[in-house]
């Protein structure tokens, strides 16, 4: 019989606290006696190779024991950013320096470590290793470094006229080598996040019956009713921090896709990762199925979920329910779940519903809220005044429109200490059937109703601007085009610098172009959208206009809640995660008429969103990793994900 103790990797005494306040102790567990055999690099017994081969009840009894516990708990752990949980895989850039063994049931070895998407490293495996880990003649001779990799990666990439052919291409590399993925897309943001996300998610989405490989996530359909504790205790990392859920029903602007919405979770939490530094481990993608009620889906062959209507009402509650239920009890108190595409009328319900009892977060209503709300602040540098001397007029009054107007409203409330009723007269949304006015409140959805204020009703947009003449215009409603000619220069009439934010996604849906918002407005306007567009040349001028992407915002906020250990998302987060984000905007970007900085330095600028967020939880008295640390800024970057490959011992 071999002892074998579920320990840490990185070295005898359990992860580095580089990047830890505090450190706590787990209790100690006696060693799990487990039989096991040496194979040889043919596959017969012997004493040259480590591949362990644990006997099946042993398995069974281990995995059922770190359903309830963490996988590894019988060292003294030092915390770190994913919130007391050891660093097994050496992710954290505080561990870059400590070798690591690549373990997963049992020390990876030769052909099964280049089919580990942790630990393999490709032709960068030194000489030392490939004869350590039995990889000889399964690798070429040549040894290659990190960036040659990447650099052969990005040329083949390039190589794809398709973005859909790249995003293959991206989503195989993940699969294959998680670092050089992760690599790839940190230090070619810019290139490759309208790959990895919107817009090309969005088809992704669309056909993702037809492209499904293999599983990037857990599915919880509705015949695992009962059974969602169970569902979850499959994933093999028992250690996660954050959720990013879908239930398929309003993806980005392209509507019910169902369980092929599942792009979205996997999408964001690339992001998380590469933006905003959360261990790829900790990162869990869901998607809730409770049918379609797209009938092309349901009647394409290739389609890869429930083939039924949509569940509603209390079947739907239910199922939900035992999710939120299953997470907390399955992950604890301070897991941070993004619910992710729900329709209007569920996202709201849930958002209010969980609130009070989960870590929650909608990046649909409040992460999009908060970087279109930092974009205002930065462009009063540009335009001058105060928020307060703006007035806000919306097109689209769905989840994106309401949560940004609610948040500008609290940030004038906060500003000029008005009451926010009174502040949130100075923002109209105008929704499908014209300008939001109280004559229309006994039918309005209740989220509506706050923005329901005494005019006479309007049915044209356009109509609405000369009435109402707003210096903002937004766009959320998931239509193309609706920005008109028309529009835009009644908006120019009006205003020396019209500020138009053209939001909606993908790049078919948006209100307008920037060639359009640029040319309308005889060069004259302020412009972001929500997908990207290449600059612009008018009247020997170039504009290059900005992307109002939420991943500005969700990736440091996620990593400012789990680094402080917060339980709850308050309101004042988000406002200091918009205030940080404008505060990372240069005098450079302003000259370019840029009111957001560049993704080239999107994880600066993710650690700064973390610091002011982690202590605002601090101030707020909703952080529990305790002391506060004394640089929150330097603590969140040490704490952030590297992609740099380890030393294998």
């Given at each position: ?111 099964s470590l280049l089919r580990d998407p942790h630990h393999n490293k490709g032709l960068a495996f030194t000489i030392k290793e490939r004869d350590a880990h039995y990889l000889r003649g399964l690798l070429p001779p040549t040894v290659a470094s990190h960036e040659l990799q990447v650099k052969k990666m990005m040329d083949n990439i390039r190589q794809y006229q398709v973005p859909l052919q790249r995003y293959m291409a991206m989503m195989d590399l ?363 040349e008018y009247d020997g001028r170039v504009f290059v206009p900005g992307q109002a992407n939420n991943a500005y915002i969700f990736p440091g906020l996620g990593l400012g809640l789990i680094m402080s250990g917060t339980i709850r998302v308050h309101d004042d987060m988000l406002l200091a995660a918009s205030e940080a984000l404008a505060g990372q905007v240069s005098q450079e970007n302003y000259d370019k008429g840029l009111i957001f900085p560049p ?51």
């Amino acid at each position: 019989m071999l002892s074998l103790n579920r320990t840490s990797f990185l070295n005898k005494t359990g992860i580095s606290g580089s990047c830890s306040p505090s450190i706590s102790r787990v209790q100690r567990r006696g060693p799990v006696s487990v039989r096991v055999v040496a194979l040889g690099s043919n596959g017969r017994a012997g004493e040259g190779n480590a591949a362990v081969l644990v006997e099946k009840n042993k398995l069974k009894e281990m995995r059922e024991e770190s359903s309830s516990s963490p996988l590894i708990d019988d060292v003294d752990s030092k915390p770190t950013v994913a919130g007391g949980v050891q660093d097994v895989y050496g992710e954290d850039s505080a561990t870059e320096d400590q070798f690591v063994t690549p373990w997963s049931v049992s020390v990876a070895s030769g052909y099964s470590l280049l089919r580990d998407p942790h630990h393999n490293k490709g032709l960068a495996f030194t000489i030392k290793e490939r004869d350590a880990h039995y990889l000889r003649g399964l690798l070429p001779p040549t040894v290659a470094s990190h960036e040659l990799q990447v650099k052969k990666m990005m040329d083949n990439i390039r190589q794809y006229q398709v973005p859909l052919q790249r995003y293959m291409a991206m989503m195989d590399l993940q699969e294959r080598n998680q670092r050089l993925f992760y690599k790839l897309l940190i230090d070619n943001v810019e290139e490759l996040l309208p790959i990895v996300y919107t817009p090309t998610v969005g088809e992704a989405c669309q056909k993702y019956g037809s492209i499904f490989m293999r599983p990037q996530g857990l599915f919880i359909s509705l015949k695992e009713k009962g059974k969602i504790l169970e569902i979850l205790r499959n994933w093999p990392e028992k250690n996660i921090q954050v959720i990013v859920v879908t239930d398929g029903e309003r993806i980005l602007g392209l509507g019910d896709l169902g369980c092929q919405g599942m792009g979205i979770p996997v999408g964001k939490l690339s992001l998380y990762t590469a933006l905003g530094g959360i261990r790829p481990s900790a990162c869990l993608p869901i998607t809730i199925d409770v049918g379609t009620n797209n009938e092309e889906l349901l009647n394409d062959e290739f389609y890869i979920g429930l083939r039924q209507r949509r569940a509603t009402g209390q079947e739907y509650a239910e199922l939900i329910h035992e999710f939120m239920t299953a997470v907390k009890q399955n992950y604890g108190e301070k897991v941070l779940i993004q619910f992710e595409d729900f329709a209007n009328h569920n996202a709201f319900d849930l958002l209010a519903r969980y609130g009070s009892t989960h870590l929650v977060f909608n990046d649909d209503i409040q992460g999009t809220a908060s970087v279109v709300l930092a974009g205002l602040v930065a462009a009063q540098k540009l335009v001058g005044g105060t928020l307060a001397d703006h007035r806000f007029l919306f097109l689209g009054a769905g989840e994106a429109g309401t949560g940004i107007a609610e948040l500008i409203a609290l940030e004038m409330s906060k500003q000029t200490k008005a009451p926010l009723e009174e502040t949130r007269k100075k923002i109209w949304l105008v929704d499908s059937k014209g300008l939001i006015v109280n004559s229309r409140k006994e039918s309005l959805q209740q989220f509506k109703k706050p923005w329901a204020h005494d005019h006479e009703p309007i049915k044209e947009l356009v109509d609405a601007v000369k009435a109402i003449r707003p210096t903002v215009l937004i766009g959320t409603s998931g239509v193309g085009r609706t920005f008109t000619k028309e529009v835009i220069e009644a908006m120019a009439s009006i205003n020396e610098k019209p500020i138009i934010l053209s939001l909606s996604n993908p790049t078919s849906q948006s209100e307008c172009t920037a060639e359009e918002a640029y040319t309308w407005s005889q060069g004259r306007a302020i412009f972001a959208s929500g997908s990207p567009f290449a600059p612009v040349e008018y009247d020997g001028r170039v504009f290059v206009p900005g992307q109002a992407n939420n991943a500005y915002i969700f990736p440091g906020l996620g990593l400012g809640l789990i680094m402080s250990g917060t339980i709850r998302v308050h309101d004042d987060m988000l406002l200091a995660a918009s205030e940080a984000l404008a505060g990372q905007v240069s005098q450079e970007n302003y000259d370019k008429g840029l009111i957001f900085p560049p993704f080239t330095n999107i994880r600066k600028i993710s650690a700064h969103i973390a610091a002011k967020v982690a202590a605002k939880a601090y101030e707020l008295g909703l952080a529990t990793r305790l002391p506060e640390p004394k640089d929150l800024v330097q603590y969140a970057e040490s704490c952030m994900y590297s992609p740099a490959y380890r030393n294998y011992r």
